[in-house]
């Protein structure tokens, strides 16, 4: 067994937001890069580890996998409380953490899942552009739903929580960072602020170049 934690990840991918957790947390990780795409030459060692094939992959130093990105959020701050990932309980940010954790990857990370790879879901070519289309379409409305509530400098306000990791690294996927910047200025400079952090910057840095 590793005396660290490993995970398998893919740059650009949602392991990155898994990265900034333990870079926040000053937890040592140890990263291997994979690529989950159908014949390749990786793909076999994702899967011994996550049988669905998806990252991010965090194998435990006692050789437990976790997969999920939420889950490894509160893993991490359960290892790190300090590092403030999570707000504790009784304090009044935990509950909107919560419902907004939670409605990043249950409502916006399947857009993502679904659009990202279509064909896999539609087996006729104009219904997979339609698919793609669509959940592009819907994602921007939840998007601009969240841009509606969220606070500043940061998602809860004053302080910086898990919730900015995931605003810095998927401001950074579809619809882009150009789309952030004119239609949801609140989120675009949260993910501005997040990823220009000490400890973040690195990981945004390795990840998106």
Not at 97 to 110: D, E, G, H, K, Q
Request: aromatic share 10%; glycine share 8%.
């Amino acid at each position: 067994m590793s005396a660290n934690h490993r995970l398998l990840g893919c740059k650009g991918c949602g392991s990155a937001i898994v990265e900034c957790a333990f870079a926040i947390a000053g937890i040592p990780l140890d990263y291997e890069e994979v690529d989950y795409s159908a014949g390749s030459p990786t793909r076999e060692r994702l899967l011994a580890v996550n049988p669905l094939g998806q990252v991010p992959a965090l194998v435990l130093p006692d050789g437990t996998v976790m997969t999920e990105s939420l889950a490894a959020i509160h893993y991490v701050n359960d290892l790190a409380p300090k590092a403030g990932l999570v707000p504790p309980k009784g304090d009044a940010l935990r509950v909107p953490f919560l419902r907004w954790s939670t409605f990043i990857v249950a409502a916006l990370y399947p857009t993502w899942t679904y659009g990202d790879e279509p064909a896999k879901w539609v087996e006729d070519t104009h219904g997979a552009k339609q698919l793609r289309e669509s959940t592009d379409e819907h994602r921007k409305k939840l998007w601009l739903q969240v841009e509606e509530i969220v606070g500043a400098p940061y998602f809860l306000g004053e302080r910086m929580t898990a919730l900015d990791l995931y605003v810095a690294n998927m401001a950074r996927w579809r619809p882009g960072a150009a789309w952030f910047a004119k239609n949801a200025p609140k989120l675009n400079a949260i993910a501005q602020r997040t990823s220009a952090t000490a400890k973040v910057a690195d990981v945004i840095k390795r990840n998106f170049g």
